[in-house]
């Protein structure tokens, strides 16, 4: 026995297959292994919570709860932990304090041992009231701290340097933490900043200290080493069918490495071997969510600028689309200026979203010509508090005229919030009076409600959410599966197969999120509907004055009615593009004369979005 053997969390069936199979991993093909799983002497399990619980009812056509039941039933004798996004829980909005409290001692008693809750901010406002919700029902309390850098890539700067983490650290254990993590969700922290870090904040905090990395950009591995020599208590691995890539380190390698040392995990290297078998057998029918076209299992550009893999590859389809891609220079300096402007949000969903398409839109069209909807909510505060101050001038450009306010709020987000416990039993007590229901109703109204129908047999299983048989590919992402938004009118017309040029864009809407597919029409063919969408002939014979869209992305919502008068500056519609949603403003005075789209059409540039009579 080693003298001080590290402890292994294992995130095979949660974050591994979040990473690198976009989550699809269905309990069937956990269930078989979870006996084995459980026997290994892993310290926990992370088996549910970050995307797992809106995966299964939106795509997989699982229940959640059932999923945590039976994972706990089959591994009575290792810990299983949970993510939980502080009082976004596993959803994309802020969430009322009851739905929080409820949610938390439901998911103690399904099986929950850890909760581990962070906040994309590390703000504390996002996290008391889950954290009192996790140590009211009786369970570890582990509180993360996201890992940021600032400009140079490595710790240290004005902003996240080790007086920032012990400061964080220091706090989260005062709100009651019974462990801290480090939460490096992108894969940022260089293995002597680790060994640095860890060292730091093991000479200061009473409570174990756990590692959770990223592969992404190449050293996590080296991080997970040297954070071990630096003293961390318990780090996170996966079996290695599922490791690397966006994933985190595989364990097998960990067991060697450390045999025979005194921070030896005492793992059976061969029974892990056996469960990695097992993997390889059932994940070819994972295949189509894994292929990725480049070659490196790595991605090492994020080390030249510290953005995010997604990140990037969406800065240029976005430029391609926009025409722009020779901008691609200026939008990688610019990201680092908007990041500043915005407080140093640590570029994590959705935040990195918001500078990426900020700064695209900043390169494109001017310094906060454009702002989203989504920057000024986050300008004004319901995201929470920013790592550093917002840059004043931006404040006031982003607020001007903002319906909540031009100051941005002094208080906890969720305070603006009535409770919504009761409104979601009343939505849902036709179908169910369960609070596994209620829940999933409270946390994605329409995906939820959708998912409660088909439980409860009020509406069919659509094929494509029903389990492939064994070895049988099941549809890639891009393949019709996002459920379009429930404004959304779907064209009658048969759905044809996505082409090579669809891309799968995050859309938000009034706080729920789709993963919706563009596949862009090729001008001319007939059999596409197109008269909608390309009204340019029809602006052509007129004296109208045509807002054309600047960009490419989906037509949202129209802000006014043929018929009103508008001035410029008015706001008269909303796109989606670039992953955020965009007010556009009138560009003349006139009347609203026409709105040839309709809500959920998606938009080439160019393509006319209003026609105004001056
Ligand atoms: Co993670």
Redesign the pocket.
């Known amino acids: 026995m080693a003298k001080n053997p590290v402890k292994i969390s294992d995130t095979t069936f949660r ?1 591994a297959h979040q ?1 690198n199979l976009a989550t699809r991993l269905r309990i069937e093909d956990m269930a078989p292994i979870a006996p084995e799983m459980d026997a290994i002497g892993f310290y926990s399990m992370e088996v549910w919570g970050g995307a797992t619980f809106d995966v299964t009812t939106r795509y997989l056509g699982e229940d959640p709860w059932k999923r945590l039941r039976t994972l706990r039933q089959l591994m009575p004798h290792t810990k299983l932990s949970m993510l939980l996004r502080g009082q976004s829980l596993v959803g994309y909005r802020t969430y009322a304090d009851d739905v929080v409290n409820a949610f938390v001692q439901h998911s103690a008693e399904a099986g929950i041992d850890i909760f581990r809750v962070f906040d994309a901010l590390n703000d504390e406002w996002n996290l008391d009231t889950a954290a009192k919700a996790v140590v009211k029902s009786g369970k570890h309390l582990q509180m993360a701290i996201c890992y940021s850098v600032t400009e140079s890539g490595r710790l240290g700067g004005p902003i996240f340097n080790l007086d920032y983490y012990l400061a964080k650290a220091r706090q989260f254990q005062g709100i009651g933490a019974h462990s801290i993590a480090i ?1 490096d ?1 992108a894969g940022l922290l260089a293995p002597y900043d680790a060994y640095e870090l860890v060292k730091a904040l093991k000479g200061e905090l009473k409570v174990p200290l756990q590692l ?1 990395t ?1 592969y992404t950009s190449g050293m996590a591995s080296m991080s997970v080493l040297k954070a071990i020599e630096a003293g961390v208590d318990i780090v996170d691995t996966c079996l290695s069918p599922l490791a690397l890539r966006t994933a985190q380190p595989a364990i097998e390698p960990l067991v060697v490495s450390l045999s025979g040392t005194d921070r030896d995990c005492g793992l059976d290297f061969q029974r892990l071997l056996k469960l990695a078998d097992y993997l390889e057998t059932i994940l070819p029918k994972y295949k189509p969510f894994m292929e990725s076209p480049r070659a490196a299992v790595i991605d090492p550009r994020v080390l030249t600028h510290q953005i995010p893999g997604g990140m990037t590859s969406n800065l240029v389809s976005q430029l391609k689309e926009a025409d722009a891609l020779d901008r691609l220079d200026d939008v990688l300096r610019e990201i680092p200026k908007t990041r500043k402007d915005l407080g140093y949000p640590p570029l994590v969903t959705p935040t990195s979203q918001m500078v990426g398409s900020q700064s695209v839109s900043n390169v494109l069209f001017g310094r906060y010509k454009m702002v989203s909807g989504q920057v000024k909510d986050y300008v004004y505060g319901l995201y929470g508090r920013p790592p550093a101050p917002v840059d004043a001038e931006v404040v006031n450009v982003a607020l001007k005229g903002y319906p909540k306010g031009e100051k941005p709020m002094t208080q906890k987000p969720a305070s603006l919030l009535e409770p919504e416990l009761e409104k979601a039993k009343a939505a849902v007590k036709d179908i169910s009076s369960d609070l596994d229901d209620v829940l999933i109703y409270a946390l994605y109204p329409t995906t939820g409600m959708k998912f409660l129908r088909i439980k409860h047999g009020l509406e069919p299983m659509p094929d494509d959410m029903k389990p492939q048989p064994k070895a049988t590919p099941i549809a890639p992402p891009v393949a019709a599966t996002a459920l379009p938004p429930a404004k959304a009118e779907a064209p009658a017309l048969a759905t044809p197969a996505p082409s090579p040029s669809a891309r799968t864009f995050n859309v938000f809407v009034e706080g729920e999120y789709y993963e919706v597919v563009v596949d862009p029409v090729v001008g001319g063919s007939a059999s596409k509907p197109s008269v909608a969408r390309r009204p340019n002939q029809m602006a052509n014979a007129t004296e109208d004055i045509v807002m054309a869209a600047p960009m490419p992305g989906l037509l949202l919502r129209y802000l006014v009615q043929e018929g009103a008068k508008v001035k410029p500056g008015d706001p008269v519609a909303v796109m989606e593009a670039m992953k955020m949603e965009n007010t556009l403003p009138a560009t003349v005075s006139g009347t609203i004369k026409a709105l040839p789209l309709k809500p959920g059409a998606s938009v080439r540039k160019g393509d006319v979005l209003v026609m105004i009579a001056p």
Do not use: E, I
Request: net charge neutral; no cysteine.
């Open positions: 974050d990473s939460k969700m959770h990223h």
